[in-house]
């Protein structure tokens, strides 16, 4: 007697691009939309009939908390295979906001809400999580996630399971215990039904073997972080009145073999633009005459399509407000990097954009 599921099966690699192409575009859209109307609480018990790759059951998952129970079931076992793990490491947040922000308080600069998308969908989150936010102001520029930042972060992008690995070599059992009580705690305050955990050795968290199988896109393109960007050919336009700063800068970005022309006005910043067409624009916030934000939007506003598209990084003079982030992003801002700020960061960001925006 022929199988019930044997009348339609999907084959090869098709439950992984309904997961890729699919959700993104269509189920999770409608899935968010059903949730908007639907009143979901804790410890509830949810099925899901004809899963799919499961993003109703994963956005229900974030909402009933670990306590609740959801049972997906398909007609195509391929479907339930289909699991997404994401590894996010040596992730430092483009700009945090102030330290008595809300749990779950969605970022304002593009990068990070980049990262965040980056997130979403993810059945099991394995997240940097180094310092904590009173430690972080120290340790700016060191490539890494505070605790509380990576637990709103996987409340926003309604991460089931949150681990927080790659502990300070400083911090005994104790200390680690301590400070997951502590996310375990920022978790709930958020609303969110994220299951937080601390990564220790030998752990396993099993997920299924089938998603390792999936389609690979573009195998004929290299990593960005493969591309050989040919800086010595490239121009870096720097703004900034501060004569001692800026030489610690240009000196940074000479070793990448960049070109680096330096002007202390924002007049002169915008008239070295039109005529050079730099890769990059370093703009500090407080220049004379024109400041860095009118000049950013005078930039986007140029009709040559160079300048409209170069990134544009403001320097700040200190931590900024959200709303002083949202004015330099509306004003067409590619980047912002606050003061205090040391010259390798500057010149990491930098070579990060170029290679961003380096031609195919």
């Known amino acids: 007697m022929p199988s019930k599921t044997s009348g339609f099966q999907l084959r090869d690699h098709a439950a992984q691009l309904y997961e890729c192409c699919s959700v993104p575009m269509t189920t999770r859209p409608?899935?968010?939309?059903?949730?908007?109307?639907?009143?979901?609480?804790?410890?509830?018990?949810i099925l899901d009939v004809a899963c799919g790759t499961g993003i109703v059951a994963r956005l229900a998952a974030a909402r009933i908390g670990p306590a609740g129970q959801i049972v997906g079931i398909d007609l195509n076992p391929s479907m339930l295979d289909v699991a997404t793990l994401v590894y996010a490491t040596d992730y430092?947040?483009?700009?945090?906001?102030?330290?008595?922000?809300?749990?779950?308080?969605r970022p304002v600069h593009p990068e990070d809400q980049r990262h965040l998308r980056f997130l979403e969908g993810a059945d099991l989150v394995i997240h940097d999580a180094q310092?904590?936010?009173?430690?972080?102001?120290?340790?700016?520029?060191?490539?890494?996630?505070?605790?509380?930042?990576?637990?709103d972060y996987a409340l926003l992008a309604d991460v089931p399971r949150l681990v927080l690995f790659h502990h300070d070599p400083g911090r005994d059992d104790d200390a680690v215990d301590h400070l997951l009580a502590g996310?375990?705690?920022?978790?709930?305050?958020?609303?969110?039904?994220?299951?937080?955990?601390?990564a220790a050795e030998g752990q396993v968290i099993e997920l299924s073997d089938a998603r390792t199988a999936g389609p690979t896109i573009g195998d004929s393109t290299p990593s960005v972080l493969h591309v050989a960007t040919r800086c010595e050919s490239l121009t870096v336009l720097l703004a900034m009145a501060e004569p001692e700063g800026a030489r610690e800068y240009i000196a940074a970005l000479h070793e990448e073999g960049l070109r680096v022309l330096w002007v202390e006005t924002g007049?002169?910043?915008?008239?070295?633009?039109?005529?050079?067409?730099?890769?990059?624009?370093?703009?500090a916030r407080r220049l004379a005459g024109l400041n860095g934000l009118a000049v950013c939007q005078l930039l986007r506003a140029e009709s040559a399509?160079?300048?409209?598209?170069?990134?544009?990084?403001?320097?700040?003079?200190?931590?900024?407000?959200?709303?002083?982030l949202m004015a330099a992003f509306a004003a067409g801002a590619t980047d912002y990097v606050p003061a205090p700020f040391k010259a390798a960061l500057l010149r990491s960001r930098v070579r990060a954009w170029l290679m961003r925006t380096a031609p195919d």
């Open 30 to 45: 409608l899935a968010e939309l059903m949730f908007a109307h639907v009143s979901l609480h804790a410890g509830e018990r």
């Open 92 to 105: 430092e947040p483009f700009a945090l906001p102030p330290r008595s922000t809300p749990p779950g308080t």
């Open 267 to 283: 007049e002169a910043a915008l008239q070295l633009s039109r005529q050079e067409q730099p890769a990059v624009v370093l703009l």
């Open 131 to 151: 310092y904590r936010l009173a430690e972080f102001p120290a340790k700016t520029g060191w490539g890494h996630m505070p605790i509380e930042r990576a637990v």
């Open 183 to 198: 996310a375990q705690a920022r978790a709930r305050a958020g609303g969110g039904g994220v299951e937080v955990i601390a």
């Open 305 to 324: 399509s160079g300048l409209q598209e170069v990134p544009i990084v403001l320097l700040g003079e200190k931590q900024p407000s959200t709303a002083e």
